[in-house]
């Protein structure tokens, strides 16, 4: 079964670029859809965006100015970097595994990594 | 956006209890609903999928049903594991939305 894990900083201070990777054991990260979905603390579940075992990405409207989502297939490493944040930014952040089928739901999940915008 | 909409959003019940959660969608989304449970500090984890589809491993007291823009959760006999929250997710289009979850409480 596929694992994933979140790391990085669990602090980031206001205006400055949070930066997160997800490391994938148990099968290569080539052969899936791989997402990010954020929640924050007491709310619900946010949909950030996704990257296709093809490489292409895809991003939620909302956040489609300060997303960029990648893959280090050397490393069977995804990563999410969101620029500019705010104290709305902060959440416990999620990454997630599409079908085997390729539809859009989420069949495995890391999990999660709070990060804290703050000064 | 495809607006999900759950109700109700928190219900009290009891061990044994048969317990339906309603997820309402903005447009019509054929069968690519989801169903996820989430318990306090630990990631959602996937229940149904395609409306009506037990992922591997979740007990057969769980059921989903539904088509188009309503849809159900069904939980046949409440074990006291079931406690969680629970949330929907459409999987037709972009960007994908969840609803906003419903608690069961005892």
């Known amino acids: 079964q596929v694992q994933l894990q979140e790391s990085g900083p669990g602090l980031v201070k206001p205006s400055e670029t949070l930066s997160l990777t997800c490391t994938v054991s148990g099968g290569s990260i080539s052969n899936y859809h791989w997402n990010w979905i954020r929640q924050p603390p007491g709310k619900e579940l946010e949909w950030i965006g996704c990257m296709y075992n093809s490489g292409s990405t895809k991003y939620n409207p909302s956040l489609q100015s300060r997303v960029t989502i990648s893959v280090d297939t050397s490393k069977n490493q995804l990563s999410l970097k969101l620029s500019s944040v705010t104290a709305a930014d902060t959440a416990v952040y999620y990454c997630a595994r599409n079908g085997d089928n390729g539809w859009f739901f989420f069949f495995d999940w890391g999990q999660g990594i709070l990060v804290t915008v703050s000064s | 956006d495809i607006q999900m909409t759950q109700s109700p959003s928190s219900v009290s019940a009891s061990v044994g209890d048969r317990v339906t959660i309603t997820c309402r969608a903005s447009?019509?989304?054929?069968?690519?609903l989801a169903w996820y449970q989430q318990k306090p500090g630990r990631a959602p984890k996937l229940l149904i999928y395609?409306?009506?589809s037990l992922q591997s491993g979740v007990p057969s007291r769980f059921s989903g049903s539904g088509s188009g823009t309503e849809f159900t959760l069904t939980i046949s006999s409440l074990q006291p594991e079931d406690f969680a929250a629970y949330y929907c997710q459409q999987g037709h289009s972009f960007p994908l939305t969840f609803g906003g979850g419903t608690k069961v409480e005892i």
């Open positions: 395609a409306t009506s």
């Open positions: 447009q019509g989304l054929n069968s690519w």
